[in-house]
Nanobody, 122 residues
Framework: QVQLVESGGGLVQAGDSLRLSCAAS????????MAWFRQAPGKEREFVAH????????YYTNSLKGRFTISRDNAKNTIYLRMNSLKPEDTAVYYC???????????????WGQGTQVTVSS
């Protein structure tokens, strides 16, 4: 089993930055690809970005390209999401996910963290 624990969320003002972390433990070798998703109140969970532990295949949803950066630290088994120039519409619970298949689809990911709340005030 793989355990994923997110941290780094909080309440910030529009224009601020945050860095989310996702610490992976357990059978991390079973999660070739790691991703960030987010879910705003009343909306479906949506893809944000993915990365392989090798650092390859970094991909962002178009609307967030240029403001968000995904990265990884293999020595710490940790994935990061740096979010700049935050907007109120970025308010959501952010989830870390792991899977075997490179995908932007929620159902293709088999391991999920509990989520971390990001709230951006105007």
């Amino acid at each position: 089993q793989v355990q994923l624990v997110e941290s780094g969320g909080g309440l910030v003002q529009a224009g601020d930055s945050l860095r989310l972390s996702c610490a992976a433990s357990g059978r991390t070798v079973s999660n070739t690809v790691m991703a960030w998703f987010r879910q705003a109140p009343g909306k479906e969970r949506e893809f944000v970005a993915h990365i392989l532990w090798s650092g390859d295949y970094i991909y962002y949803t178009n609307s967030l390209k240029g403001r968000f950066t995904i990265s990884r630290d293999n020595a710490k088994n940790t994935i990061y999401l740096r979010m700049n120039s935050l907007k109120p519409e970025d308010t959501a619970v952010y989830y870390c996910a792991g899977g075997r298949v490179i995908s932007t689809v929620v159902s293709r990911y088999t391991n999920w963290g509990q989520g971390t709340q990001v709230t951006v005030s105007s």
